[in-house]
């Protein structure tokens, strides 16, 4: 038999193997030094639009907590003026009470000034010390600086300077607005601690809604720059602020948002601050869309500066106070691309390397696998289609004869290896729900700890003020009633003295007789008795309302007391029956008390009354929202109405019954009433914890029990259960 020799071309058999192998080694080099680069990119880009958009968060959350500090601080001391809290004529005691209100908050001015021209304030200029400002009406040197001890006393004047409020910005823009705005941005120049601050103004107005002044509280920007250098993205790019005017706000770098020009301090624009990052990325986004003005939504750019590409995100933002603000980030591209493109000359070197190693092993060993190549790469071929039961069982070959152990020998790893990462990924899904669900719960109850603690400490502060009002007005009441009923005798012994004088010594003399006839004697005589009656019924009104806010607040009594709940009862009524009375755009609300014989009962005295002022304040914001969609005509028809029911349940326990004739509520709502933090006011006007802090004092702290009934179309009604005498005393 002949042997046939078959041949395609003169080139070595082990060349024809090795030349695909090294082209398709080439390739892959170049695909994955592109790959490599092209990945890199975009990594660049999505990192870089992260990180912007994770510190532009981070500024957008700081604006909106640190801004809303001074509007908040404001209100409430705009509410206390108009409620009679607060007595803005006596400047001292109300100077003292914003001094102690620095001290809780993180503002540098807390004041108000008056429409008479006077005014007063708190301030810590240096950021550190709290100081006290206090103005007459009319300069010059009509105002006065004050040192401070810790109990936020006077010790010393420090200054005497002039001071106009009809001249200060801070002052006429909210009054002139007639509601809570910022006022333009004001300098002030302080030796070594230069002053720039935003003002939160309020109008505020007395109890007969007639214009005081304005109160109003100051944040000092250079503490915006402050946070911002804190910023991670701050050691390598820049965030700035600015308004759409572009003067700049504040800013991470090093240098200030504001020039010194002879010890003089001036605010800069962003296109010409002193740090030339800031000016530049400010122009060019001022050319790009042509000002700041017209960016009204979130913009990504990509800039220029000395030759190095800049990833810069724009975002505006504003509050409901009138700010307008842009905040600006920008990140330098070579943060990222340094280590990138270490990364790909590191590929590419290992590519090439593993080229020429692959070249010459595939010289010496190509001729040893024609044959058994097909069946290595039919078996390669199907594990990469998903079979993995394949195995390779060559003899002729000791080195493929090990390379087929070995194939062998890795299919049977794949196989476990799958195996285990499937049961590894269902027990890490397993443990990721698990770990997700006891963050969830914590999250809840820290949001629900926070919000009970809020709360407290705002009750516990309006009852010390509550006291505090009460006994500063108590003593001078009672010093006016107790010498009213003298002035009275005083006045009835020169009144009879008169006319014992007129009978005995009658005179024509014309004098007296003019004189009688300008003051209208007979008039003064019968107006007197009724003037002298009307202070009185007026003290003994006074002497009521500050007894009852004095029964309101308790905070002295942290320990059960025995108590006559009607007395608590009254006092919360009292201080609601300005949200009671009748108005312009509805008449009175009904109010019927149907009290019965009750024991004094042992309660907290203070949380019970927070508990009723809880309940009765729903219960009016739910008649007011009826009342919206009525007409005169219906709520005459059908008045508005509190029923307030009290009896003894049992032997040893009493029931306050508090119903009104609103529109009830779906079950839906009623069953969650009692839920933290639900709520179905409107965004600003409830934070869902009062039902749910009422809750947990009638049934935790006083062992009793809250119960909601309530018929849709119908009304409300919440019924408080507690024990005469409390067995064990809980922790309060």
Not at 291 to 310: D, H, M, P, V, Y
Request: proline share 4%; aromatic share 8%; with cysteine.
């Amino acid at each position: 038999m002949k042997k046939h020799h078959f041949g395609i071309s003169k080139i070595p058999l082990q060349i024809v193997l090795i030349i695909p192998f090294v082209l398709q080694i080439f390739g892959a080099v170049g695909l994955v030094g592109y790959l490599s680069f092209k990945n890199g990119q975009k990594a660049v880009n999505d990192l870089a639009d992260q990180l912007m958009e994770r510190t532009s968060n981070i500024v957008d959350q700081h604006l909106n907590s640190y801004l809303s500090i001074p509007h908040k601080v404001s209100q409430i001391n705009a509410d206390a003026i108009q409620m009679g809290l607060l007595d803005v004529r006596d400047r001292k005691t109300v100077g003292k009470y914003f001094s102690k209100q620095m001290q809780a908050y993180d503002l540098t001015y807390i004041g108000i000034g008056l429409t008479t021209g006077e005014g007063t304030g708190a301030a810590r200029y240096d950021g550190k010390t709290v100081t006290i400002d206090d103005w007459s009406a009319k300069p010059p040197k009509n105002a006065y600086n004050y040192a401070t001890d810790d109990q936020g006393d006077r010790t010393h004047v420090t200054t005497i300077y002039d001071w106009d409020n009809f001249k200060e910005t801070w002052y006429t823009e909210p009054v002139k607005a007639g509601k809570p705005i910022w006022s333009r941005i004001y300098i002030l120049n302080y030796p070594n601690h230069p002053y720039i601050a935003a003002s939160a103004g309020h109008p505020i107005y007395d109890a007969q809604n007639r214009l005081l002044g304005m109160v109003a509280a100051d944040i000092h920007l250079i503490k915006l720059s402050e946070f911002l250098r804190r910023l991670d993205v701050s050691r390598s790019g820049q965030v700035f602020i600015l308004e759409r005017n572009g003067m700049l706000i504040a800013n991470s770098s090093t240098q200030q948002p504001f020039t010194l020009v002879k010890e003089d301090i001036r605010r800069v624009k962003a296109t010409d601050s002193p740090d030339p990052s800031v000016q530049s990325i400010a122009k060019q986004i001022q050319q790009t869309f042509n000002g700041f003005e017209s960016i009204t939504e979130s913009k990504k750019l990509q800039l220029n500066w000395q030759g190095e590409s800049i990833f810069v995100n724009v975002t505006p933002w504003r509050d409901q106070y009138g700010l307008d603000w842009l905040v600006v980030v920008s990140v330098p591209e070579h943060v990222f691309m340094a280590q990138i493109n270490a990364n790909t000359r590191t590929t590419i070197l290992l590519c090439l390397g593993a080229l020429a190693v692959a070249t010459f092993m595939g010289y010496l060993t190509s001729h040893w696998i024609t044959q058994p190549i097909l069946q290595m790469n039919r078996a390669s071929q199907a594990m990469a289609s998903g079979n993995l039961d394949q195995t390779l069982d060559i003899k002729n070959i000791q080195e493929l004869n090990v390379l087929a152990h070995s194939f062998n020998h890795m299919a049977g790893q794949l196989r476990e290896s799958f195996t285990a990462l499937e049961n590894g990924k269902a027990e890490l899904e397993d443990r990721v729900e698990e770990r997700t669900t006891e963050l969830k719960t914590a999250l809840t109850e820290l949001q629900h700890t926070q919000a009970q603690m809020v709360q407290s400490e705002k009750m516990s502060s309006l009852g010390q003020l509550v006291a505090g009002v009460a006994h500063e007005i108590n003593n001078p009441v009672n010093f006016i009633h107790g010498n009213i009923t003298y002035l009275n005798e005083y006045t009835q012994d020169l009144l009879r003295m008169i006319q014992l004088y007129q009978q005995r010594h009658p005179s024509n003399d014309p004098e007296v007789q003019a004189l009688a006839e300008e003051i209208d004697l007979e008039f003064l005589i019968e107006d007197l008795q009724k003037m002298l009656t009307s202070m009185k019924m007026g003290t003994d009104r006074i002497r009521n309302i500050v007894l009852s806010l004095r029964n309101f607040s308790r905070i002295d009594e942290a320990e059960f007391k025995a108590v006559d709940l009607h007395e608590g009862i009254e006092s919360t009524l009292l201080i609601l029956q300005y949200r009671l009375k009748d108005k312009p755009e509805r008449p009175a609300i009904v109010l019927i008390r149907d009290y019965g014989k009750l024991p004094q009962v042992e309660c907290y005295p203070g949380q019970l009354n927070q508990v009723l002022m809880n309940i009765l304040v729903n219960a009016i914001d739910a008649l007011d929202e009826v009342n919206a969609n009525r007409t005169v005509q219906e709520m005459e028809a059908n008045p508005s109405q509190i029923i307030i029911r009290t009896s003894m349940s049992n032997s040893q326990s009493v029931e306050i019954a508090i119903a009104d004739n609103a529109g009830g509520m779906p079950e839906q709502v009623k069953n969650r009433i009692f839920n933290p933090f639900f709520t179905t006011k409107p965004v600003g006007k409830g934070t869902g914890m009062g039902m749910a802090i009422s809750y947990q004092i009638i049934t935790e702290k006083h062992g009793g029990k809250l119960e909601c009934f309530s018929t849709l179309g119908e009304g409300s009604e919440f019924i408080i259960q507690l024990p005469t005498q409390q067995q064990v005393c809980p922790a309060v």
